[in-house]
């Protein structure tokens, strides 16, 4: 065997002429290089800026248009029914028929324009009201469906009664409804006078980003409807926009940056004044989000340059390989050659090639014992597997006088020696000698090692004397070998040769031995000489136990399914079997319980598939190791068949909370997406992780999200807009915003807080 030599640390080279070619070509390329991307850097999106106006400009266009064409089919929706023929209408008792068809000529208009929440119809000194589904109480209807503030029920009550033109009243100034509009139509009849309402949300139906916020303020300032913005920061939202002095964009539109201290965010307010009413719109979309494409521009323009700079570099790398390729070559070389104390390597090139052709002049005279070694084991080794040339006179003139070869009496022993045991030495070389120092207390022996086979092949030498206590001294070897490698020992032994050329059939004899390990066990010693195997077959004993076992299998009972293994077992190991015949056994064993596992993978919902149960029986090297695996395959059916339900529910419970705190950090995060990687229903996932957990989702997911980031402020010192990535916001304002929802305090204001009392 070919002893590693250890590595030792190495000096750099001092390469000299590498250096200077590096230099050249650095100059020569990236000096041009870096001129072109300063030019570009200063020439860079420079327009996009004004296109992020112009965009955000079209945004108020449409939310305005929206709003306002939806006040005028509140007006067109009004003449429609005021032509159809329940009108005019009484509020004697037998007009209840006409006031039910209008009641449904309500709801049908209510259906047909999705932009509007409700309609209702008021007779004056009537104490109800009819909307599009059912009749309220006048008080009822202030109170509880409009959701109107006490002390402003008398006066809109009396308004309904009374109001003698069209209103546009914004129910969030007298209530708690924040965007609902209520438009107001007196009408006239003969002999009596009603109001006609239109409850309406503008922003009902027209999205807007997260972070874009919405205003609609009347002549005096005061706000008809508002859309993204925190009631906790509506004054000062406001404000802010009541005191800005905004450029024109030409037309209606102005324009101009605001920073809202209460959210910490700088955003463009875009403002213009209704055609249709006396309203002002007011438009905020937060900068950093709208330069996101000016962002990714930047971005693709580095990566650019990137790219600019990886080419140059690869070019001068080719051109220094191409220049330095001669004097590499022989430095490459030199350096798996140089003298092992390393004095060589602070030198540069030159000097380090001169190094390596001393050490090599000294390292061919060791090389020459190396290849004597070596021709010797070769021999043996042909001698072994019976080649012919071996020991003819030719094959065998060159080999120097051995020990073992002047024994007159000759065996071979197969030791197999099981590594990654717990104290088995890892190193070949290491095991290597253990064997030839234990082998050496006993017999005369040469030990090599047979890679192909994964063993290690000993030719012993005996005198005649020897024969007589030869296998008491075998099975003291073994238990000397087993204590010095700490490792479990297979020891085979072929039968003694008087003569050379049995050598090989020995050999043979002992590879046969190593073959009935698979009955015997890979922890014992084998003597081919006790091998007494008898050619019968009885069928029917087998199979009964393999239909046994099929049986307590199928029906989970782990007890009588080992005690037919233990009976398998027995009826291999103890009556002789041939190999041929008791490996068959174990291969119809593994059929047997691979035909059970198909039947209930599906059923059962085992841990593994057919083909991994299958594998793991298959590379089996013993009958032992075999009967063991099937008993833990028992064990797992037996379980599975006797667990509940409930267990498969608590599992798939903690794996929906697992796969929560494992993808908190991603900001596309859904629900969605969660059923799907699932593969359940989203109504099916939400109404489980409700019934688990006692809450939603989202609602679990915000709670990750706010404690990692509590952590995160307490013990690191990452600056907000850092942490609010890790925890799966993109944007600073969200989070601040969700986080003031959640606990009353900014985070800034929650950190200092605890600081605090931590003090």
Known sequence: MKKKKKQKSKRPVKKTLLYRHIA??????????????????????????????????????????????????????????????????????????????????????????????????????????????????????????????????????????????????????????????????????????????????????????????????????????????????????ISSVLNVTPESLGERFRSAEIHLECLDENYL???????????????????????????????????????????????????????????????????????????????????????????????????????????????????????????????????????????????????????????????????????????????????LYLPEENNFSVLVGLDEEELQDYEEKCRQLYESLKEALASPVLLCLGDISSDVSDIARSYHEAMMAYEYSFIKGKNTIINIDELEVFDHLDPSYPNRLFNRISFHLKNGEAEETNQALDELAAYIKEEQLSLYFAKGLCYQLIHTVSTVITELTDELKLDGSEQNYTIALTESSTVDSIIAKVRKISDVISRKINEEDSSQEDALGQAMIDYIDENYEDYNFSVQNMADDFDMPLSSLSLFFKKQNNTTVSNYLTTVRMNRAKELMLETDLPLNEITVKVGYLNTSSFIRKFKRLYGLTPGQWSRSQREDAQ
């Open 269 to 447: 307010a875009l403002s213009t004044d209704s055609g249709y009413s006396d309203w002002s719109y007011i438009y905020l979309n937060p900068i950093e989000s709208g330069y996101s494409d000016l962002y990714a521009l930047q971005t693709a323009f580095y990566l650019i340059v990137a790219a600019v700079l990886i080419l140059a570099v690869i070019l001068i790398l080719l051109g220094v390989r191409i220049n330095y390729r001669p004097v590499s070559h022989l430095v490459s070389l030199a350096s798996q050659y140089n003298d092992n104390t390393g004095k060589a390597r602070s030198r540069d090139e030159i000097e380090q090639i001169q190094s390596a052709l001393n050490y090599l002049a000294s390292e061919n005279i060791s090389l020459r014992s190396i290849v004597v070694d070596n021709e010797k084991t070769q021999w043996i080794q042909d001698v072994l597997l019976g080649k012919e040339n071996a020991l003819t006179e030719e094959g065998s003139e060159n080999i120097p006088e051995m020990p073992v070869m002047q024994e007159s009496l000759h065996a071979v022993h197969i030791l197999a020696v099981r590594k990654g045991m717990p104290g088995t030495p890892d190193e070949d070389e290491s095991v290597f000698d253990t064997i030839r120092s234990v082998y050496k207390e006993y017999f005369t022996a040469y030990v």
């Open 24 to 237: 050249f070509y650095a100059v020569l390329i990236l000096l041009p290089v870096m001129i072109f991307i300063a030019f570009i850097n200063n020439s860079l999106i420079r327009n996009l800026q004004k296109e992020y106006n112009k965009n955000s400009g079209q945004v108020l266009r449409q939310l305005v248009y929206y709003t306002e064409n939806n006040l005028d089919n509140i007006e067109t929706i009004k003449d429609y029914i005021l032509q159809e023929r329940y009108f005019p209408i009484t509020t004697e008792l037998q007009d209840i028929d006409k006031a039910q068809n209008i009641m449904r000529s309500l709801l049908k208009h209510t259906i047909s324009n999705n932009f509007l929440d409700d309609m209702a119809l008021y007779f004056a000194g009537d104490d109800y009201v009819y909307t599009s589904n059912t009749t309220y109480p006048l008080k009822s209807f202030t109170e509880h469906y409009l959701k109107i503030a006490p002390e402003y029920e008398d006066a809109f009550s009396e308004r309904i009664e009374k109001s003698q033109d069209k209103e546009i009243l914004p129910l969030g100034r007298i209530g708690e409804a924040e965007n609902e509009v209520l438009v107001l139509y007196p009408l006239e009849f003969a002999d009596t006078r009603a109001s006609l309402m239109f409850l309406f949300n503008p922003t009902l139906t027209q999205s807007l980003g997260e972070d874009e916020m919405l205003l609609a303020l009347d002549a005096s300032g005061a706000p008809v409807f508002l859309k993204n913005i925190p009631p906790e920061f509506q004054t000062e939202i």
